[in-house]
């Protein structure tokens, strides 16, 4: 950060103005690369020497591939820097945010099992707007718990989900006809399976446990361990199970 506000301190406003967002390759600025290396200071330093009225746009800042600096955040710390550093208002559109493959941030923190990120993004989400973007669909029908990689981070989305929602939620198929529960199988995911057992109401479990998608199968046909098989077979009630 002393390197950082060094080089903004000795430039003129109306140069620093453009240095900060001056895009290099691939369409990223200095805030994008600060955020994927997880300078939180960097970032922290840039934030604060932008104008007020560009720093918005500065944070919000889309890339050649429609990323912004949220989508590239490694710690919580930078996803705070980030959201507290906007208006209400661009917050609101910043963790609604798609890139080119229909992805918000929240999706990229699940892919990568960024739990803490995850959880700074849904507490700086809008209430109303809360369920929304837990649940948003990307291009290929997938949502952020279809990307969800362990237990943890398959909990703080199901945890932050009204009841009726995360039970809507369960049904979701992507573009392969696969639900959350089928993706867990496929990737042979157990702790997630786990999770999303035990955050779904008792009376729907079996359903969602024995629910047949387009390509006929149901998430035992995907398991892909005897771990997996035996989660999904003594989360059902006995009389499902033999049918099952």
Known sequence: SAMAQTLLNALAPKTRREFIKHRGRNGKTALH?????????????????????????????????????????RSSAMAQTLLD????????EFVKHKHRLGRTALHEAA???RVKVADQIIRSTHSED???????????????????????MAQALLDALAPKTSQNWMKLSNSERQGVLHAS?????????DQIFRSTDSEDRDSVISCVYDDGETPLHKAKSSAMAQALL???????????
Do not use: M, W, Y
């Open 130 to 152: 809360r369920d929304s973007v837990i649940n948003c669909a990307d291009d290929v029908g997938e949502t952020p718990l279809h990307k969800a990689k362990s237990s943890a």
């Open 85 to 92: 550093a906007l208006a209400p208002k661009t917050r609101r």
């Open 33 to 73: 690369k600060a955020a994927s290396r997880d300078r939180v200071k960097v970032a922290d330093q840039i934030i604060k020497s932008t104008d007020s009225e560009d720093r918005d746009s500065v944070i919000n800042c889309a890339d050649d591939h429609g990323e912004t600096p949220l989508h590239k955040a």
């Open 111 to 113: 892919s990568l099992d």
């Open 185 to 193: 199988a496929v990737c042979d995911r157990v702790d997630v399976a």
């Open 234 to 244: 003594d989360a059902l009630t006995p009389e499902t199970k033999q049918r099952f």
